[in-house]
């Protein structure tokens, strides 16, 4: 294991049995200021593996044993959040492209040039950091749902379909003061200040991945 002392909480995770490259590829990502954790097979990474590791991880193709493809559809199986990039040798090209398909981050060729890894490893942390932020939020907007009575929820589902105040009485046979009061309490329960942002925080949530 090869540690920085950079203060981000994600990580790369080498997984190569090529004892020179790993500790080369290690060598250059803590001289950047990155976490690193190496292993050298597959089948180590899996049996530390759990879905609250962030950063990303570096697979080569080929190893003994488990491939970095078999590990990577593995990862699928477990709808691991990490971006993966692929080590490769030219031979392997067709196979990275078909994981790229599969939803592979990217892949590049040894010998590889520094900056380019180091451009990949700065392009994958930032999305799995936007991807992880994105979930927390859906999160926290699926816990203020579940605050909602059922009225509110009746409310905000009309709120969201653009209905006016007393469109919403009409359709809920109710007054336009009782509309406007739970829509006052769903307001205040979602945790947001105008229309808009309402709006977008549901509209936008996405489905959680199953675990």
């Given at each position: 294991m090869?540690?920085?002392?950079?203060?981000?909480?994600?990580?790369?995770?080498?997984?190569?049995?090529d004892?020179?490259?790993?500790?080369?590829?290690?060598?250059?990502?803590?001289?950047?200021?990155?976490?690193?954790?190496?292993?050298?097979?597959?089948?180590?990474?899996?049996?530390?593996?759990?879905?609250?590791?962030?950063?990303?991880?570096?697979?080569d193709?080929?190893?003994?044993?488990?491939?970095?493809?078999?590990?990577?559809?593995?990862?699928?199986?477990?709808h691991?959040?990490?971006?993966?990039?692929?080590?490769?040798?030219?031979?392997?090209?067709?196979?990275?492209?078909?994981?790229?398909?599969?939803?592979?981050?990217?892949?590049?060729?040894?010998?590889?040039?520094?900056e380019?890894?180091?451009?990949?490893?700065?392009q994958?942390?930032?999305?799995e950091?936007?991807?992880?932020?994105?979930?927390?939020?859906?999160?926290?907007?699926?816990?203020?749902?579940?605050?909602?009575?059922?009225?509110?929820?009746?409310?905000?589902?009309?709120?969201?379909?653009?209905?006016?105040?007393?469109?919403?009485?009409?359709?809920?046979?109710?007054?336009?003061k009782?509309?406007?009061?739970?829509?006052?309490?769903?307001?205040?329960?979602?945790?947001?200040?105008?229309?808009?942002?309402?709006?977008?925080?549901?509209?936008g949530l996405?489905?959680?991945a199953?675990?």
């Amino acid at each position: 294991m090869n540690n920085s002392s950079s203060t981000s909480e994600q990580r790369i995770y080498i997984v190569d049995d090529d004892e020179a490259l790993r500790d080369s590829l290690a060598w250059l990502l803590d001289s950047a200021g990155y976490l690193t954790q190496s292993y050298d097979s597959a089948e180590a990474f899996l049996a530390d593996y759990n879905d609250q590791l962030t950063g990303c991880a570096l697979l080569d193709v080929r190893m003994p044993g488990m491939s970095g493809l078999e590990l990577f559809d593995r990862l699928c199986d477990l709808h691991a959040t990490l971006p993966v990039i692929f080590i490769t040798g030219h031979g392997d090209v067709p196979m990275a492209v078909a994981a790229l398909k599969r939803g592979a981050a990217d892949f590049i060729e040894k010998p590889f040039n520094d900056e380019d890894m180091l451009t990949l490893i700065r392009q994958c942390l930032a999305v799995e950091k936007e991807g992880r932020d994105r979930r927390r939020q859906d999160a926290e907007v699926a816990r203020r749902l579940d605050l909602l009575t059922q009225r509110e929820h009746e409310v905000l589902e009309l709120i969201i379909a653009g209905k006016l105040n007393k469109q919403i009485a009409d359709t809920l046979g109710i007054s336009i003061k009782t509309v406007e009061v739970h829509r006052a309490r769903v307001m205040e329960k979602m945790g947001v200040n105008s229309l808009a942002e309402l709006v977008q925080n549901v509209v936008g949530l996405e489905p959680q991945a199953p675990r």
